[in-house]
């Protein structure tokens, strides 16, 4: 039986088609800038998102971080949310290596960073204090797609302020196909992008980082700095290439599966159903139950994730199919059962 892991987007294993693509890549050494699979996937994704350049990097964390210290100095601070993985799930690193500051703002319940409280935290030029430089937004965040209207809105807010503005879209796709718009439609109200490959689009390793040539040149540098520089990767970008080219569209899959789960939860009795956002169900388990729930899952071959998030998440992904919704509903049916 294989197992249905509702954990997170990042379990996917490489399809086999994936997989050959991945070893016929041409590759060549990426600190020369000569893995022609690198500099194709980079160049890629900065054309489709409306950007002069890419950068290939291991993970969404370093692209961010490389992001943020490719807009700032040592002394700077950027705007982020409380909520947002920039601040809370990448372990400090602006602050830790970039000696950048950050100033969380409490998101409202859809993601958004109200503008007026942006505004006020907006610190004087003045020796006191930080200097403001960038404001960074997460489209999807916990899977909310941020309306198309804020976007506009920040992106003018931060030229009238003078700010740099970085996404980080890990997951960019889900948002544009849960928008029904090419993902530079919303790429392009902003200064940098960081895009996971390794999420939704089911590629094995990577993000890219897509900005300006000057912007991109220094944070090729701070990669090389942060101990990021490659060599024959374009294994792993070839991997991306694909993914882009087969695993965008059918994001609404994901979509789809995620809202049929819900719609099915929502029926049983004993589960508070807290929400569906593109790919992600959030149930209210009692803290109690959670480990009981767990124990049956995996006797039913479902996994959750439990401990990290106050509430229970299921995410949708590649490797699961219809029969594998079935199963976790039939799981949970189960359970509940029990009373
Ligand atoms: C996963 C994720 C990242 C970081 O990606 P890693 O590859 O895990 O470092 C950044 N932002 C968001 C919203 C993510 O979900």
């Not at 600190?31 to 699979?37: H, I, M, N, Q, R």
């Not at 797609?145 to 700010?163: I, N, T």
């Not at 139950?289 to 439990?306: E, F, N, T, W």
């Amino acid at each position: 039986m294989r197992v249905v892991d509702l954990r997170s987007d990042t379990v996917t294993q490489p399809t086999q088609a994936m997989r050959e693509t991945m070893l016929l890549a041409d590759v060549g050494d990426d600190v020369y800038g000569e893995d022609p699979t690198v500099n194709l996937l980079q160049q890629r994704l900065a054309d489709d998102l409306g950007f002069e350049a890419g950068l290939f990097v291991p993970t969404g964390t370093q692209s961010n971080l490389l992001a943020l210290m490719a807009h700032c100095e040592r002394g700077d601070e950027y705007l982020v949310g409380a909520d947002a993985h920039t601040f809370r799930w990448e372990g400090g690193g602006a602050a830790v290596l970039g000696s950048i500051q950050p100033q969380p703002i409490p998101q409202d319940a859809d993601g958004t960073l109200p503008l007026d409280k942006v505004a006020a935290a907006i610190k004087p030029v003045d020796p006191h204090f930080a200097r403001t430089k960038v404001l960074a937004l997460e489209n999807t965040w916990w899977g909310r797609v941020l309306p198309l209207d804020y976007l506009k809105a920040a992106h003018d807010f931060s030229r009238e302020r003078g700010l740099g503005l970085h996404l980080d879209g890990a997951r960019l796709f889900n948002a544009a196909v849960a928008c029904d718009v090419p993902a530079r439609e919303i790429a392009r109200h902003f200064d940098s992008v960081s895009v996971c490959l390794s999420k939704g689009l089911g590629a094995p390793v990577g993000s890219v980082l897509v900005g300006s040539h000057a912007l991109i040149d220094k944070a090729r540098r701070w990669r090389k700095v942060t101990g990021g520089g490659w060599r024959q990767a374009g294994l792993l970008a070839a991997a991306g290439i694909y993914a882009l080219d087969h695993h965008v569209a059918r994001l609404a899959d994901d979509h789809r599966r995620a809202a049929y789960l819900a719609g099915c939860l929502r029926e049983i009795a004993g589960v508070n159903l807290l929400g569906q956002f593109t790919n992600m169900v959030y149930v209210d388990v009692p803290a109690g139950r959670l480990k009981d729930l767990d124990v049956h899952m995996r006797a039913a071959g479902v996994r959750i994730s439990i401990g990290y998030l106050p509430t229970l998440r299921l995410v949708t992904h590649l490797d699961v199919d219809d029969e594998g919704v079935e199963r976790v509903v039939e799981a949970f049916r189960s359970f509940f059962a029990r009373g």
